[in-house]
């Protein structure tokens, strides 16, 4: 989690120019550009002509701009004219029945954007044929309406009930089919011209708003009529996974990771990036859950979002936490996927070598949820969006996965045109090795693996943000099409629609969706777990064989830097224990580097939360500032002082290196800190007196760590035994030969004395 960057603008000026060589008074306009007011104010007043026309040809409706979502598009193809459509302004579904049985009508109520005039608007009805394809009813939501049109309602007044802003239209229209007409007291009846058998099916509904004068067709959406007369012998069983993260990218700088005080957003440095609507949207969705105890889903929480809400001091955000607890405690129905710290991409980071911090990834991504009063699963599912490598699921496996939620085009014998709706038995070679832990994590043999394929189309719509309720119904129906290709299959079938988006889903969709589950006849919600044990696989005759996925996008400068801060990780968890604070601090700081969130730019944010923090810890361990030492013979002990001002002991390795002393006992010794002030003794030896440097190195037990090092000055005095040998040959010969001088000096001076003096 990054930190938030603010970036200015500098709004700079420029100074009005003046025409050069322009004639009169340099204050005074010329007559052209006096003329130019008069021409602005004509155009202005032409503008104005034409602005209220448009709106006298619009029969005084507003219409409201805006862009249609890339999946629900507000356009549909009128019968009898061609391709031709028309934009939705803002008109969108309030509620709808979600399936039809024989002697129930349809019931729909729609809203459009509050008109100055409401009685020159209508709404029309057109019901479609029944379509017998999932693309066909993917090509039909998009507003591409293929099939003929079965019938058309005359308009329908829009009422002058209000709600924020906005008419409402509620229609309740009976439904003929096979010849019996039933509910609904409104003013038109939904015909499907069926006969018996051959009713059940999806029929698109187009809603349109018309402006009456004109006919002109001012905004329409396009959602679906489930009929179903009964009679299923194995509901089509959906696993709908629900992401509840309130992280999106970067770290927490600052924050403390295990500490026993309670913080809140603005501790963490999650306030500017989560704000009030991330928490608030979150609680929405938990109450939606637990209004729905009994629908079975599988959720997505990884540990970031668990150790931000259990560290959180926030009034507003600790029950979020006490719901989720027991929302996953008290009930089987909803089940939490195998977490992951934080949102990776497995393949990339496999690929780039650095595999050893999946485990670290799953390890502490279990721990946080542990700590935060969370039950773990006991099948361990790893989902992901994109294709898994076979060394990804290697390594994943080895690290306790035991199954995976995969696109369909992972494997080859899925094929992308139908439904995959049974999981998938593939063979997984042999690792040609074992991938290395940072110190969490145990590893256990690979094996062959059960896979099961997440829906695309169904997947995509929980993340749709405008028209959710339309986009819940839309996805209810669209799961009615699975099931009614192949209605009377006497096998157990099932699919998975998961949020592949990391923050949680619209609760208008989430509730709209879970409900029309719930009752539904012909759909079961059912967990992850609970689809991969009950829905029989499907495995050719020699399985399917996986598809490997693009190449690494990861820069290889980010692998680099990931692969030497696992190693400083692992070189500090050798010193202290793993479960500290700063391990895991350093670790969070880590695994949120690898986040396939991060925007770019943020990798290296994180690298220097990374590095401050590594620094933070390794300066709290030094050596007292530089000093000599003073040996007073030839061999002494060097004592070597080590100040810890942390609160944990430390283990360490002291080298010494010098070219000029020599250290019998070796010039290393591993140590403990335990205290403040820590001394150890080296054995040293001087090869002769003098000042020499000592370099003493604080090293982590494992890695190439360096914690504190320190340059020392050595005063040998100490005189060795040949030294002295031979200074006193030295005084011995010199005397001997001073001795040998002065005795012939004193002979040639005798014999000078007693030679004859000349007369």
């Known amino acids: 989690m990054g930190e938030t960057r603010a970036h200015s603008r500098i709004m700079k000026g420029v100074a009005p120019r003046t025409r050069p060589g322009s004639a009169g008074h340099p204050c005074r306009p010329s007559r052209r550009h006096r003329d130019r007011p008069i021409a602005s104010i004509l155009v202005i007043a032409i503008l104005l002509l034409v602005t209220a026309t448009t709106a006298l040809l619009l029969d005084g409706s507003s219409q409201v701009s805006g862009e249609p979502a890339a999946l629900l598009s507000r356009t549909t193809r009128s019968p009898g004219h061609g391709s031709s459509t028309s934009r939705s302004p803002g008109i969108s579904l309030v509620s709808q029945t979600s399936w039809v049985v024989p002697g129930h009508g349809f019931d729909i109520s729609v809203s459009a954007p509050r008109p100055s005039a409401p009685a020159n608007l209508g709404f029309r009805v057109t019901v479609y044929g029944m379509l017998t394809s999932r693309s066909a009813f993917h090509q039909a939501m998009n507003g591409n309406l293929t099939t003929q049109a079965l019938d058309s309602s ?65 905004g329409s959406l396009v959602t679906a009529l489930v009929y179903y007369t009964g009679g299923a012998t194995q509901p089509l069983r959906v696993a709908s996974v629900v992401p509840l993260s309130l992280t999106a990218t970067a770290s927490r700088p600052g924050t403390h990771t295990g500490a026993s005080h ?63 607890v027991a929302l996953t405690s008290n009930s089987a129905a909803h089940q939490l996927v195998d977490p992951t710290y934080t949102e990776i991409d497995a393949t990339e980071i496999s690929m780039s070598g650095i595999e050893n911090t999946l485990g670290l990834q799953l390890s502490l991504g279990r721990q946080m949820l542990s700590k935060a009063g969370f039950h773990l699963p006991a099948m361990r599912t790893w989902l992901s969006d994109r294709r898994l490598s076979i060394q990804a699921m290697q390594a994943l496996q080895s690290y306790g996965v035991q199954t995976f939620a995969v696109p369909p085009d992972n494997f080859q014998s899925v094929s992308t045109l139908l439904t995959p709706t049974s999981p998938v038995h593939y063979p997984l070679p042999a690792p040609t090795g074992s991938a290395s832990s940072t110190g969490t994590g145990t590893q256990a043999p690979a094996r062959d693996g059960l896979a099961v394929t997440i829906d695309p189309g169904l997947s995509v719509r929980f993340s749709t943000t405008r028209d959710p309720v339309l986009a819940a119904h839309q996805m209810l129906a669209d799961l009615a099409e699975i099931y009614f290709g192949t209605p009377n299959d006497p096998l157990a079938r099932g699919v998975v629609a998961a949020g592949l988006s990391p923050s949680a889903p619209s609760p208008a969709f989430l509730a709209t969706f879970l409900a029309g589950l719930e009752n539904s006849p012909m759909l079961r919600s059912t967990t992850l777990s609970d689809l991969l044990s009950s829905v029989t696989p499907n495995s050719g005759a020699n399985g399917d064989r996986i598809l490997n996925p693009p190449p690494n996008s990861l820069d290889s400068a980010i692998i680099s830097t990931l692969g030497k801060d696992g190693g400083d990780i692992a070189s500090v968890a050798s010193s202290i224990p793993a479960s500290s604070p700063t391990v895991l601090e350093l670790q969070s700081t880590l695994l949120d580097m690898e986040s396939s969130l991060l925007k770019p730019g943020e990798q290296s944010d994180l690298e220097n939360a990374f590095t401050a923090e590594l620094h933070t810890w390794t300066s709290s361990i030094t050596f007292p500032p530089a000093r000599s030492v003073i040996l007073t013979s030839r061999s002494a002990r060097v004592p070597i002082t080590i100040v810890s001002q942390g609160r944990l002991p430390v283990k360490a390795v002291i080298t010494l290196e010098s070219t000029t002393l020599e250290f019998p006992h070796g010039d290393r010794q591993l140590v403990t800190l335990s205290r403040r002030n820590s001394t150890v003794y080296f054995a040293v030896t001087a090869r002769a007196p003098g000042d020499f440097p000592l370099l003493a190195t604080l090293r982590a037990p494992h890695g190439n760590l360096t914690i504190s090092r320190e340059r020392l000055t050595v005063h040998s005095t100490a005189v060795s035994s040949v030294a002295i040998v031979l200074s006193i040959l030295s005084l011995l010969l010199l005397a001997g030969w001073w001795l040998r001088s002065l005795h012939r000096s004193y002979r040639e001076k005798h014999r000078r004395d007693k030679m004859p003096r000349a007369a």
């Open 154 to 218: 005359p308009l329908i007044p829009v009422s002058s009930d209000t709600t924020a802003g906005h008419r409402i239209a509620s229609l309740h229209m009976p439904v003929q089919a096979m010849g019996a007409v039933g509910g609904g007291r409104g003013p038109w009846t939904v015909r499907l011209f069926c006969s018996p058998g051959t009713c059940d099916g999806v029929y698109p509904v187009s809603v349109s708003l018309v402006a009456r004068a004109t006919g002109r067709t001012i």
């Open 262 to 324: 309670s913080i809140s957003s603005t501790d963490l440095g999650l306030g500017p990036r989560l704000g009030l609507s991330g928490i608030t949207h979150l609680a929405q969705v938990v109450s939606v859950l637990g209004h729905y105890p009994s629908v079975d889903n599988s959720l997505i929480l990884d540990g970031q979002t668990a150790e931000y809400l259990a560290m959180s001091s926030a009034a507003t955000e600790r029950p979020i936490l006490g719901e989720l």
